[in-house]
């Protein structure tokens, strides 16, 4: 039993994070990058973009038909939004632990929805809720050449 292999075959996965309209038009781009940043994920795509109707639906195809879903695509092309790819071991459901609970008033604190938020309708931020997903999600929002492969400096200092 070698531990620090098992350590090294860790699968490394990527997640879509994405600050929605209300995120950047409230001055939370930042904040919101920061949290991510902090915790010791790798960034791999950054962009401000304003996404188009067919690529929000296409992005929410799994609640097409929820009662919601028109307000929900009305909402994220309703400014621009801060499309994210971020890499890491465990980064997705990590990620999805930041960001917290969809209906903000249940997030934890210390969560972005939890500390930043207050309607299910605005809250914030996006996370793929799968591995899967996430590269679902990263294929749709970027396209090639848009992600930086690369090591960081505090790499060794994060992980042993
Ligand atoms: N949403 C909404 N009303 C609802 C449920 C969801 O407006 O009753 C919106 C909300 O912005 C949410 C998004 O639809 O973040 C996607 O819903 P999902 O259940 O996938 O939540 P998430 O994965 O974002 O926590
Ligand atoms: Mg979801």
């Not at 962009?47 to 929900?72: I, N, R, T």
Request: one cysteine or more; glycine letters at 10%.
């Amino acid at each position: 039993f070698l531990p620090h292999l098992v350590a090294s075959l860790e699968q490394v996965d990527e997640t879509y994070i994405m600050g929605k309209p209300d995120g950047v038009q409230r001055g939370l781009v930042g904040e919101i990058i920061s949290r991510f940043e902090k915790k010791g994920f790798k960034l791999t795509g950054l962009k401000l973009f304003q996404c188009p109707q067919d690529l929000a639906e296409e992005h929410y195809k799994d609640l097409k038909g929820k009662s919601f879903f028109p307000k929900l695509i009305e909402y994220i092309v309703s400014g621009p939004v801060v499309c994210m790819a971020w890499e890491g071991v465990g980064v997705v459901a990590a990620a999805r632990k930041l960001i917290g609970a969809t209906n903000p008033l249940q997030a934890e604190p210390g969560t972005i929805r939890g500390d930043l938020a207050v309607q299910t309708g605005r809250n914030v931020v996006h996370g793929s809720d799968s591995p899967e997903n996430g590269k679902r999600e990263i294929a749709l929002w970027f396209k090639e050449g848009e992600l930086c492969q690369w090591t960081p400096a505090q790499a060794p200092w994060l992980r042993e």
